[in-house]
Structure formats: structure tokens, C-alpha cells
């Protein structure tokens, strides 16, 4: 069928100052430039990925939105129809990856930090020294002390196994299939740099990175690819995944043509094979089932390495998780709405799950209440976007926040969706080796590295600023952020008070 879709972009091409270097042809991954005697845009096939724009030496090409591509109407938006005349064509369900553009409110901007005056001083970070260590994992309820003769103190109380971050911010699950091993280099080189963690997600991890095992989460997601003991043993910390909020409730699917030799052997299936992770694990359907696979991971690896439970951030998300902790869970991470880097269907991204602030601060409350939010940490994901945002996250109740789109955007990203085609002209969502070169992962790493010791000086700032000297003084202190534009019960929900309201 003929496609009737208009362009959704156009590129135009400044032909006075281009000096036909054909760059932007070798370029676009996406078949958009071809050379006839000059540069000739195929307007329909651009997706905005910036690359062309980026490396054309004489900045001569420019990509726009086709504003008249449909006549305004508040009703029927282009996006809407452009949807309906996409399935009219295909019969298929849309694909979109690289988290929510739509316009649903995001609460961290909603959300105004304290700051100290007068009577209780600021502290100035650059004289002060200022405390970003936090541990993941179990706390003990009190520590308990002994003393021998000689007045030496001995720490009584068992510690469960504990992982240490030197910045609150971990590198959220993406897999080697649904992104290049450039892009895992580059995380695994800046989180060992950083002291933080890099997270496998579903697809195994590449041999050539069990060095960096101090810091990486392996994941056990509903397919079990590449989990063996060894796997389980190279890390830090294992995390089971039962949903993401790029898509809660559903599973994932890594097309064969993407399952190379290298996906193949660390995933532990056949090369050309689909990669499909069911939607639910088979073997979990209660806290109970849960909990006995917390308990083997627990086995596997000898009580050495927490566990933690990843979910996606839904109604009843507090209920869940309070179950996941009492199911033995060292670590919740909750995932939300608006977040998420992996493919997805489009009506699940837009229409499923609620906002990481609102299932934050419900999780946080509910553990409180029930006395067992020591039992485990929260680990808060989905659209962190800035150091004010995880300052917000842990105010909010979080012990560390996860990053994925910032983290890739650090790479490269231009966040143009377009990563299920498996044509990421950034070298990230992709396995064409001419396509993954583009990334180099030691400048990937540095990158990152770079992102990562900016935050914490803003964190810093933002600590000094409200007169305190550990991000551990800052978790849960809700009382240091106050809305905006709000209404009542998001406030209450929140538990925040309004802008204007003293203590
Ligand atoms: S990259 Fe720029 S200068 Fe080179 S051919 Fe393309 S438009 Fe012309
Ligand atoms: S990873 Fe690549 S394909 Fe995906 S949104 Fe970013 S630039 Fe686009």
C-alpha cells in the first residue's frame, strides 16, 4: 500500500553553503540523503535524529517540524491522526521507545526545595566537606555495641550485605540487544569510575565486563536470559525484574536479526532466535513465589549480594511493595510512568502506570507505617532528568535515583524514538557494527563520568544550601519541599505542603 503519511519533519539544505562533503549521506542511518549531483533530502524518511545536523561541517542543513502537515484542529491532533493514518496503512500496533512526550504534569516541577536563612545557617560546600556516600541494601532496626577489657568497642549487630555509592545515582537497566556493548563499556567504565552501579538488564552480561562486577546489578527478568551462577556472583547486587515503566504488565521482544553471535552466547540462546521475555515470570504468582526466588538468588550467591525487586510504578504500588519487602527484597525499585528507554507499544506507554513522584512518596509512607522501611532501600526510576530532580526524589523518600534517558542523552541521544528500528545513528540502540562504532566507549565513559561529578556538586550545593552535610540527612525530609500548582490532594498524596506555608 502506498503510504498517504506526510512527512513529519523536513530538511532543508542551505546549497550555498553545503560543499558537497556528502557527509550527512554516510551519516544518516535512516536513508533520508542521497547525493544527485547535490545533497537531496527524502523528507519522509527523517526522524529528527539531529545526526546530519550535528556533523554537517558548514552547519548547512536544518530539520523542521511539517507544521502544515495537518489542518489545526483542538480535536483531532496531528499526533492522533498521524496515529490513525499510520495503523489505517500497517494493521499494526504503533512501537515508540525512549520514554512519555506527552504532556502529563511532571511533579518534580512542581516541587520547590527549602533553603536555609538567618537563623539556621547555610553550609558552604566549598570549604565544608559534604557526604554523597549512601549504602544500598538491609539496615538493622538498632546496633548493638560490646566492649572488652581494654576498652575496645566491637560492633555486635550482623550487618546484611550492603553495596556502597559514592553519588546517589545509579545507571538504570538497558540490555546488550536492545543497545550496543559500546553503550554497557561506557556505563560499566563511569559507574566503576564514579563508584556507582550499571545495571545488565534482561540480556546477560559480555564476558569481556565481569571486571567491573563490583559494580553491576545483574538482572532476572521473565526470560532468564544469560542467568547462570556465575552471572549471579559477578556483581554487586541482583535485581529481579518484574515490570518497567516503559511498559508495566507487558513483556519484551528482541527481533532475531538483532541476536548476533556476541547476544547470542551472553543471553544463552540460539543466533537469529527472537528474544521473547514473557510478560509475567511463570514462576511467580504471589509474594510467596517471589520470595522463594529472592531466596534461591540468595543461595546462588551466599548471602553476599542484596536483592533487589524492580516494578513498575502502578495503583497499587505501595501494597506491592510492601509485600516485595516482606518477601525478603533488600532493595524496591520502582519504576514509573513517563520513564523508560525500551520499546514499547504506544498505547501501553501513554496509558499505563502512574507518575514516579505520586508512587515515590506513596511506597515511602507505606513502609514508614509499617515499620519495615529499614528492611529495604528504594531505588527511584523513571524521568529523572537533573540533580534537582533526585535532591526532590530523595527528599521525597528515595535512597538513590536511577538514570536511563539522561544517561543515553549523555551518549548522544537525540531522543527521536526511534530505537525499535535498530537504526540509532548515535550508535546506542543498535547492532550494526557500522552503526555501533559511532559510539567510542571511552569517550562514552567520560561522558557519563563528567554528567555524574556535575550532579553531585550541584547535589552538594543543594545540601549546603539547606544546611546540611549528608544526602542521608536529606532522604524522607519532606518537609524541605514545598508545592507549587498543585491541588490539595496531590499535596496530600505528596505530603508536602503548599509554597507559603511555614513549618
Ligand atoms: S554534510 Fe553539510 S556540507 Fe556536507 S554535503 Fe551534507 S549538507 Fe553539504
Ligand atoms: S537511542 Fe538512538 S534511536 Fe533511540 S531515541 Fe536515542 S538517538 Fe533515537
Same mark, same amino acid.
Given at each position: 500500500?502506498?503510504?498517504?503519511?506526510?512527512?513529519?519533519?523536513i530538511?532543508?539544505?542551505?546549497?550555498?553553503?553545503?560543499?558537497?562533503?556528502?557527509?550527512?549521506?554516510?551519516?544518516?542511518?535512516?536513508?533520508?540523503?542521497?547525493?544527485?549531483d547535490?545533497?537531496?533530502?527524502?523528507?519522509?524518511r527523517?526522524?529528527?535524529?539531529?545526526?546530519?545536523?550535528?556533523?554537517?561541517?558548514?552547519?548547512?542543513?536544518?530539520?523542521?517540524?511539517n507544521?502544515?502537515?495537518?489542518?489545526?484542529?483542538?480535536?483531532?491532533?496531528?499526533e492522533?491522526?498521524?496515529?490513525?493514518?499510520?495503523?489505517?496503512?500497517?494493521?499494526?500496533?504503533?512501537?515508540?521507545?525512549?520514554?512519555?512526550?506527552?504532556?502529563?504534569?511532571?511533579?518534580?516541577?512542581?516541587?520547590?526545595?527549602?533553603?536555609?536563612?538567618?537563623?539556621?545557617?547555610?553550609?558552604?560546600?566549598?570549604?565544608?566537606?559534604?557526604?554523597?556516600?549512601?549504602?544500598?541494601?538491609?539496615?538493622?532496626?538498632?546496633?548493638?555495641?560490646?566492649?572488652?577489657e581494654a576498652?575496645?568497642?566491637?560492633?555486635?549487630?550482623?550487618?546484611?550485605?550492603?553495596?556502597?555509592?559514592?553519588?546517589?545515582?545509579?545507571f538504570g537497566?538497558?540490555?546488550?540487544?536492545?543497545?550496543?556493548?559500546?553503550?554497557?563499556?561506557s556505563?560499566?567504565?563511569?559507574a566503576?569510575?564514579?563508584?556507582?552501579?550499571?545495571?545488565?538488564?534482561?540480556?546477560?552480561l559480555?564476558?569481556?565486563?565481569?571486571?567491573?562486577?563490583?559494580?553491576?546489578?545483574?538482572?532476572?527478568?521473565?526470560?532468564r536470559f544469560?542467568v547462570?551462577s556465575?552471572?549471579?556472583?559477578?556483581?554487586?547486587?541482583?535485581?529481579?525484574?518484574?515490570g518497567?515503566?516503559?511498559k508495566?504488565?507487558?513483556?519484551?521482544?528482541?527481533?532475531?536479526?538483532?541476536?548476533?553471535?556476541?547476544i547470542?552466547?551472553?543471553?544463552m540462546?540460539?543466533?537469529?532466535?527472537?528474544?521473547l521475555?514473557?510478560?509475567p515470570?511463570?514462576?511467580?504468582?504471589?509474594?510467596?513465589?517471589l520470595?522463594?526466588?529472592?531466596?534461591?538468588i540468595?543461595?546462588?550467591?551466599?548471602?553476599?549480594?542484596?536483592?533487589?525487586?524492580?516494578?513498575?510504578?502502578?495503583?497499587?504500588?505501595?501494597?506491592?511493595?510492601s509485600?516485595?519487602?516482606?518477601?525478603?527484597?533488600?532493595?524496591?525499585?520502582?519504576?514509573?510512568?513517563?520513564?523508560?528507554?525500551?520499546?514499547?507499544?504506544?498505547? *501501553?506507554?501513554?496509558?499505563? /502506570?502512574?507518575?514516579?513522584?505520586l508512587a515515590l512518596?506513596a511506597?515511602? !509512607? @507505606? &513502609? +514508614?507505617?509499617? #515499620?519495615i522501611?529499614?528492611?529495604?532501600s528504594?531505588l527511584?526510576?523513571g524521568?529523572?532528568?537533573?540533580?534537582?530532580?533526585?535532591?526532590?526524589?530523595?527528599?521525597?523518600?528515595?535512597d538513590a535515583?536511577?538514570?536511563?534517558?539522561a544517561?543515553?542523552?549523555a551518549?548522544?541521544?537525540?531522543?527521536?524514538?526511534?530505537?525499535?528500528?535498530?537504526?540509532?545513528?548515535?550508535?546506542?540502540?543498535?547492532?550494526?557494527?557500522?552503526l555501533v562504532r559511532r559510539?567510542?566507549p571511552?569517550?562514552?565513559?567520560?561522558?557519563l563520568?563528567?554528567?555524574?561529578?556535575?550532579?553531585?556538586?550541584?547535589?552538594?550545593? *543543594?545540601?549546603?544550601?539547606? /544546611?546540611?552535610?549528608?544526602?542521608?540527612?536529606?532522604?524522607?525530609?519532606? !518537609? @524541605? &519541599? +514545598?508545592?507549587? #500548582?498543585?491541588?490539595?490532594?496531590?499535596?496530600?498524596?505528596?505530603?508536602?505542603?503548599?509554597?507559603g506555608?511555614?513549618?
Open positions: 500500500m502506498n503510504s498517504e503519511l506526510p512527512p513529519e519533519f530538511v532543508k539544505v542551505d546549497y550555498d553553503r553545503c560543499r558537497r562533503c556528502r557527509r550527512c549521506v554516510m551519516n544518516c542511518s535512516f536513508g533520508c540523503m542521497t547525493f544527485k547535490r545533497v537531496v533530502p527524502e523528507h519522509r527523517c526522524v529528527a535524529c539531529q545526526r546530519c545536523v550535528t556533523y554537517c561541517p558548514e552547519y548547512a542543513i536544518t530539520v523542521s517540524k507544521e502544515l502537515a495537518y489542518k489545526e484542529n483542538e480535536n483531532w491532533s496531528p492522533i491522526r498521524k496515529n490513525i493514518l499510520k495503523q489505517a496503512e500497517t494493521g499494526g500496533m504503533l512501537l515508540t521507545g525512549m520514554g512519555n512526550p506527552r504532556e502529563y504534569p511532571i511533579l518534580w516541577d512542581h516541587l520547590l526545595i527549602d533553603a536555609c536563612q538567618v537563623t539556621n545557617p547555610s553550609i558552604d560546600p566549598l570549604r565544608e566537606p559534604m557526604e554523597l556516600r549512601t549504602f544500598l541494601g538491609r539496615k538493622p532496626e538498632r546496633l548493638e555495641f560490646s566492649m572488652d576498652g575496645e568497642i566491637d560492633l555486635v549487630t550482623e550487618i546484611e550485605p550492603q553495596v556502597r555509592l559514592d553519588v546517589p545515582v545509579v537497566a538497558m540490555s546488550y540487544g536492545a543497545v550496543s556493548l559500546n553503550v554497557h563499556r556505563l560499566a567504565m563511569a566503576s569510575r564514579s563508584g556507582t552501579l550499571m545495571n545488565t538488564g534482561e540480556g546477560g559480555h564476558r569481556e565486563l565481569y571486571p567491573y562486577s563490583g559494580n553491576i546489578i545483574v538482572q532476572v527478568a521473565s526470560g544469560g547462570h556465575e552471572y549471579l556472583n559477578t556483581s554487586a547486587m541482583v535485581e529481579i525484574k518484574i518497567q515503566g516503559a508495566p504488565g507487558i513483556g519484551g521482544h528482541l527481533p532475531g536479526e538483532k541476536v548476533g553471535e556476541d547470542s552466547k551472553t543471553r540462546i540460539p543466533v537469529g532466535t527472537d528474544a521475555s514473557p510478560a515470570h511463570h514462576d511467580i504468582y504471589s509474594i510467596e513465589d520470595s522463594q526466588l529472592i531466596f534461591a540468595k543461595e546462588a550467591t551466599d548471602y553476599e549480594k542484596p536483592v533487589s525487586v524492580k516494578i513498575s510504578a502502578v495503583h497499587n504500588v505501595a501494597a506491592i511493595a509485600g516485595i519487602v516482606r518477601a525478603g527484597a533488600d532493595v524496591v525499585t520502582i519504576d514509573g510512568f513517563r520513564g523508560g528507554t525500551g520499546a514499547t507499544p504506544m498505547v *501501553i506507554r501513554d496509558n499505563v /502506570g502512574i507518575p514516579i513522584e512518596a511506597v515511602d !509512607e @507505606r &513502609l +514508614r507505617e509499617e #515499620g522501611r529499614n528492611n529495604a528504594i527511584c526510576a524521568g529523572i532528568r537533573s540533580s534537582g530532580d533526585v535532591a526532590k526524589a530523595i527528599a521525597l523518600g528515595a535515583a536511577v538514570i536511563g534517558t544517561a543515553l542523552v551518549l548522544g541521544c537525540r531522543i527521536c524514538q526511534k530505537c525499535y528500528t535498530g537504526n540509532c545513528a548515535w550508535g546506542i540502540a543498535t547492532q550494526k557494527p557500522e559510539l567510542n571511552q569517550i562514552g565513559a567520560d561522558r563520568t563528567n554528567l555524574l561529578a556535575a550532579w553531585s556538586l550541584e547535589l552538594k550545593e *543543594i545540601l549546603g544550601s539547606l /544546611g546540611v552535610n549528608s544526602i542521608e540527612s536529606l532522604r524522607g525530609s519532606r !518537609e @524541605r &519541599l +514545598r508545592g507549587v #500548582g498543585l491541588d490539595s490532594q496531590t499535596l496530600e498524596l505528596l505530603g508536602v505542603k503548599p509554597a506555608v511555614g513549618q
